[in-house]
């Protein structure tokens, strides 16, 4: 690890990495369960004839099984990139797994067609359940769209071309965002590889099932960054920052590398040339 990560026990935030905590195993063995059940539930309607019920059965087990895989682990390698920006080296980010998309999909259509499919039972019943009724099926209706536009962002990142880390001889370009930042070299003051832990605030004692969020960020002096900092309030910071869990390439070899160019400026001449990539597969280390 390039910095040595803080304990997760009994805090909010730290310095480092948690890219594999040994954690979290509730929500894993709990989708596996709940894909079972609806996996068995599915086999059940298909005996029984009810081919539509066993398909919706069968893809909403799928997507609940998907829950905890949504990050992936493959390597992508540096890439040389000549684009409105310039020419550079671009390390790049992963864009939101297939898995993901489709199970934003399920969950977002179960969600608007639930509620539209019990709005005649709703309307049918009187007084205060029925505004009851209709402001529950709204809420859900609500968060059903706000799953499928999530899909469709995640669609749009898949098509979006060269996402990643942008390394040029002049600025950093963070283009993992739909607005991408950008900040000149003299403007970094810092690269900062941390952790946030995600809880609410009725949430008194932290547990090692609560989500833990990796970030790597870039502290750059005030007024010098173009873009908006979309995960600034999740990251608990104004620096231009992005999910760590999202880098393509080894992350510490990405710290490394920019940390390189930061420290070295007359090196910086060298980005977008077969020497940057070069540089970067003798920053990787050994996998043990």
């Known amino acids: 690890m390039t910095d040595a990560p803080t304990p997760l026990t009994f805090r909010d935030s730290g310095a480092g990495w948690h890219l594999r905590p040994r954690r979290r195993y509730l929500l894993l063995v709990g989708a596996i369960l709940v894909a079972v059940v609806l996996a068995l539930a599915a086999l059940r309607a298909l005996v029984q004839g009810k081919a539509l019920a066993a398909v919706l059965l069968a893809v909403f087990a799928v997507a609940v ?71 529950i099926s709204v809420f859900v209706l609500l968060l059903g769209l706000l799953l499928l536009v999530g899909a469709y962002g995640g669609v749009r990142s898949r098509l979006a071309p060269s996402k990643g880390i942008l390394l040029t001889p002049t600025q950093v370009v963070l283009r993992t965002q739909a607005e991408p930042m950008s900040f000149g070299w003299e403007a ?79 090196a910086r001449a060298e980005l977008g040339t077969p020497a940057a990539l070069a540089r970067f597969r003798d920053l990787v280390q050994p996998v043990r």
């Open 65 to 135: 099984a998907a829950i905890p895989f949504s990050n992936s682990r493959r390597r992508l390698p540096p890439t040389t990139y000549d684009g409105p920006e310039g020419r550079g080296t671009l390390l790049p980010i992963h864009a939101v797994r297939v898995l993901t998309i489709l199970a934003l999909v399920v969950f977002g259509l179960l969600l608007v067609l639930a509620p539209v499919m019990a709005l005649e039972a709703v309307l049918e019943d009187g007084g205060g359940d029925r505004v009851f009724g209709l402001v």
């Open 188 to 266: 970094l003051r810092g690269v900062w590889p941390h952790w946030t832990r995600q809880r609410s605030a009725l949430d008194l004692i932290p547990s090692p099932e609560d989500p833990i969020h990796n970030w790597l960020s870039f502290e750059v002096a005030p007024g010098a960054v173009q873009g908006v900092n979309a995960l600034g309030a999740m990251a608990g910071t104004q620096d231009p920052t992005l999910d760590a869990e999202k880098i393509a390439s080894d992350p510490d070899a990405v710290v490394a590398l920019c940390r390189f160019y930061l420290a070295e400026p007359e």
